[in-house]
T-cell receptor, first 116, second 114 residues
Framework: AQSVTQPDIHITVSEGASLELRCNYSYGATPYLFWYVQSPGQGLQLLLK??????LVQGIKGFEAEFKRSQSSFNLRKPSVHWSDAAEYFC??????????????FGTGTKLQVIP | ETGVTQTPRHLVMGMTNKKSLKCEQHLGHNAMYWYKQSAKKPLELMFVYNFKEQTENNSVPSRFSPECPNSSHLFLHLHTLQPEDSALYLCASSRGGADNYGYTFGSGTRLTVV
């Protein structure tokens, strides 16, 4: 069964500092990997996704993530955090479409606080 | 990518009421999902519909009744709910094909059961 671990429940960074959110997954084959962001009271928005190919993936809002098969990790990074990045971030792993629909398993989320 | 609309955004209901949540997407996706998001808990998959046929029901209590009249619309009918059912209910959709492109989520319905 696929699973995702986000070891950090809360992270606080200063505005302008760099950010790295950790994600480890468990999956038997090459996974489909995602990062989503959720602002308070809102749904989840897809930041980026990895299927295959280049292990460094660029997403929206200046985020990137690196797939490291040897470490079963897919950490999210941003070189300089803005106050508007304060939100909750979810890592997710998916399997190939089965019967026409997608199975995605979400981590428990990391809440990011940005201080001035 | 936007295009999944949920209504209402907020709902307060008594334990004896009957209400419905609505979700619609015009992205041409074939699968639609209901998720429950409670505080300090992981996202819980409730139901999956693929081409308007229910393909998964993750042991959801019968007081939650989904309906999918077509591939663009999904409802969640609620009756005799409990206070612990208070949560953010998220609808999502996804497209077919061999690859998993992830979900497009709606903004959710914040449900409070009193």
């Amino acid at each position: 069964a696929q699973s995702v671990t986000q070891p950090d429940i809360h992270i606080t960074v200063s505005e302008g500092a760099s950010l790295e959110l950790r994600c480890n997954y468990s999956y038997g084959a090459t996974p489909y990997l995602f990062w989503y962001v959720q602002s308070p009271g809102q749904g989840l928005q897809l930041l980026l996704k990895y299927f295959s190919g280049d292990t460094l993936v660029q997403g929206i809002k200046g985020f990137e993530a690196e797939f490291k098969r040897s470490q079963s990790s897919f950490n999210l990074r941003k070189p300089s955090v803005h106050w508007s990045d304060a939100a909750e971030y979810f890592c997710a792993v998916g399997s190939p479409n089965s019967g026409g629909y997608q199975k995605v398993t979400f981590g428990t989320g990391t809440k990011l606080q940005v201080i001035p | 990518e936007t295009g999944v609309t949920q209504t209402p955004r907020h709902l307060v209901m008594g334990m004896t009421n009957k209400k419905s949540l609505k979700c619609e997407q015009h992205l041409g996706h074939n699968a639609m999902y209901w998720y429950k998001q409670s505080a300090k808990k992981p996202l819980e998959l409730m139901f999956v519909y693929n081409f308007k046929e229910q393909t998964e029901n993750n042991s959801v209590p019968s007081r939650f009744s989904p309906e999918c009249p077509n591939s663009s619309h999904l409802f969640l009918h609620l009756h005799t709910l409990q206070p612990e059912d208070s949560a953010l209910y998220l609808c999502a959709s996804s497209r077919g094909g061999a690859d998993n492109y992830g979900y497009t989520f709606g903004s959710g319905t914040r449900l409070t059961v009193v």
